[in-house]
């Protein structure tokens, strides 16, 4: 690894600074418009990508899947962009602009133009060359050696308000799209989370949540494992092995000897991963109505003492 001068550190970030100012002028919402700047982008992709879908702009952006479904639902409804659907696959659609996102494109695309060009009026032509040349200079660099194509993952154990919105609608939406549970786990959710909550892990790549696990105490020598998620987008990844390593680390450290969790039968997907780190199926209830669906609970236990 290449040891950095320091000088070249506080040069890097006296540039950000500047440059953070730079884009401060810009502003937010940009050119005089009631679109935000992640909204500007999200029309420019759509416009210049050829067979635009909603996982394009999550991967392209770095966009949380929500996110992206919330804005593609207000330009639809402002009837800025339509979708098809993929032939070889039915779950695909393929964004486009409508005539009036055209419009509100162009006329964007316009003002952004006007942006520069009035930072760069008093600049002379020579200098606008070095400019331009620098800014090449500093993107062929940082995209070549700084930005891997697949992001890596980082895991936190620390939590704020916002993040248990975030794993709720997470879950939510994740078990209704792939098992039908009807609203009524939603009231669950959020019962869960009054609970005496030891300690929550969140898996985050490129600022994208990625999955989550949490402990609740039991008493002082058990905990409950709930909250356990890995975002469809970044399965594969062993993300999920990491997340219980290092809930399962924690327990040791902090000496407890218990640890349950209680899942549905139907859950098949996580039971070799609950098997490789040592938890064994205890006690299995008889099937019934649970959140829109028949389903028999399941309770798995590991014994750390």
């Not at 402002?78 to 162009?106: A, P, Q, V, W």
Request: proline letters at 1%.
């Amino acid at each position: 690894m290449t040891e950095v001068d320091h000088s070249i550190t506080l040069e890097f970030r006296k540039f950000n600074r500047f440059y953070t100012n730079v884009l401060g002028f810009l502003n937010e919402h940009i050119y005089d418009s009631p679109f935000s700047l992640t909204e500007t982008r999200i029309l420019f992709e759509i416009k210049n990508t050829s067979h635009c879908t909603a996982k394009i702009l999550q991967d392209t952006l770095g966009l949380d899947r929500g996110y992206v479904s919330r804005i593609i639902k207000r330009f639809e409804k402002e009837n800025m962009l339509y979708k098809e659907k993929s032939e070889e696959d039915s779950r695909n659609h393929y964004l486009y602009l409508t005539g009036f996102g055209e419009t509100i494109y162009k006329k964007l695309e316009a003002k952004a133009n006007q942006q520069i060009e009035y930072m760069l009026e008093r600049v002379d032509a020579k200098s606008q060359g070095k400019l331009a040349a620098a800014m090449e200079t500093i993107e062929c660099i940082l995209s070549e050696q700084l930005l891997p194509k697949v992001s890596a993952v980082s895991i936190r154990d620390y939590y704020i308000s916002d993040d248990i919105k975030m794993i709720i609608e997470k879950q939510r939406l994740f078990y209704k799209e792939a098992h039908g549970w009807d609203h009524t786990f939603l009231n669950y959710l959020h019962e869960t989370f009054d609970a005496d909550i030891e300690k929550i892990w969140i898996a985050e790549s490129a600022g994208r949540f990625a999955g989550c696990v949490g402990l609740v105490k039991h008493d002082d020598r058990t905990v409950q494992l709930r909250w356990f998620l890995v975002d469809s987008a970044f399965r594969g990844r062993g993300i999920g092995s990491s997340l219980l390593r290092a809930l399962m680390d924690y327990c040791r450290e902090m000496k407890f000897e218990r640890i349950f969790l209680w899942t549905v039968s139907s859950m098949a997907e996580a039971r070799p991963l609950y098997e490789k780190f040592g938890f064994r199926l205890t006690e299995v209830k008889d099937e019934a109505p649970l959140w829109g669906q028949r389903l028999q609970e399941e309770r798995w236990d590991i014994e750390l003492a």
